[in-house]
């Protein structure tokens, strides 16, 4: 059975405080915007793996695919 976009949302909600979060996809291959304030200071891939982390086996065993944007509430504001 594939994830839905909304499991996947809560999975990275229960790990990850977000000041926005929206998560679409087909079961397989999902699209993330992701807004919080843990992303302050850290490039790009060290947000993707902030978020790898809390996704942890899912990534492997449930998700195929995940493009994601990491953005901190100010980044997002603008």
């Known amino acids: 059975m ?7 949302k809560n999975y990275i909600a229960a790990g990850l405080e977000c000041t926005h979060l929206e998560v679409e996809g087909d079961g397989q291959h999902f699209n993330a915007v992701i807004v919080s304030a843990a992303f302050a200071g850290k490039r790009p891939i060290q947000r993707h793996q902030l978020v ?27």
Do not use: C, N, W
Not at 2 to 8: G, K, N, S, V
Not at 64 to 73: C, D, N, Q, R, Y
């Open 2 to 8: 594939f994830p839905t976009p909304d499991q996947i």
């Open 52 to 78: 790898y982390a809390v996704l942890g086996d899912r990534m492997r065993e449930e998700i195929h695919a995940l493009s994601m944007k990491t953005l901190t509430p100010e980044e997002y504001q603008a």
